[in-house]
């Protein structure tokens, strides 16, 4: 009936993902309306496309307003051949058109198209006239090697799903670790909150200046050091694994501190270490000083 369409896989996430689902209407008379499409490709499918890496592909849409605005969270899982675990891809969905869902996973990785061919079933295109043509899996936002990106080759054009239970989806929803879920687990800032953390190497745990503490706020969060120095910031992003904030206000003894608007990303590689980025450049890890 249809091919498919995916291919390879890279490191990062911010992409555009179009996918026609029921319309807002049915959505909204659903409640929840969660929708779990899925398809695992049978050796005799794979046998007859050699060409075809992507053996497993399963999309879950989440309609839960998210911190930039937009109404649905995605997750996607694709197993390629010779794995024996998926890989995931997280991100964001806003509605692009009738029935169309424009979605950017985190970090800027890549993008798909999804329609319904007919009731219950779902075509996911890979290729895409514009935009981008790749969708990365396991991305750690650039922190450490290991991500995947998945592109269109010979025969990864086009994937036919099935709609299934969102219960064929829990994995999805296990891999995502969605804040909205359990606050006390979910958010990585509700995490590492009230725990220290030290620059570069737990050595510096001893080291007053380069620890820090993190504690939530009416709008965001403080980071205060073992000196007392205090940072506050607005949180912009909190989505998975990584969030975003931007500095609103440094109180420093002697006047030094950060200026306003400086643009920071914090992305938990580990539960025991966090990349953090200061305007898109990647600046120093946080180690846990947990058990020192």
Known sequence: MSVMMFAVIRVVLTAFVAITIPSRAVLAEQGTGQHCYLRDYSIHHMAAHPEQTVRRMSVLIIPELQSNGAPFA?????????QQEDMYAFGTCAWGG???????AECAAGGFSMKTSRPGEAMLYLARPQGHNFLQFNSTCGAEP???DLKPGLDDRLFALKERSTDDCADL???RKSPSQDPSVGSVINQIAESTWAIDARQNCDVPAKTYKIARTET??????GNGNADDERITSDVGRTFEAITEASHHFGGAGEHQGVAWKYVQTRDDQIVVFKNGKRVFDLVSCYGR
């Open 220 to 225: 965001g969060i403080t980071w205060t050091d």
């Open 98 to 104: 009738v029935g169309m869902l424009a979605c950017a």
């Open 146 to 148: 290991g991500a995947v």
């Open 173 to 175: 929803m296990a891999a």
């Open 74 to 82: 995605f997750v996607v899982g694709a197993r390629l051949r010779g």
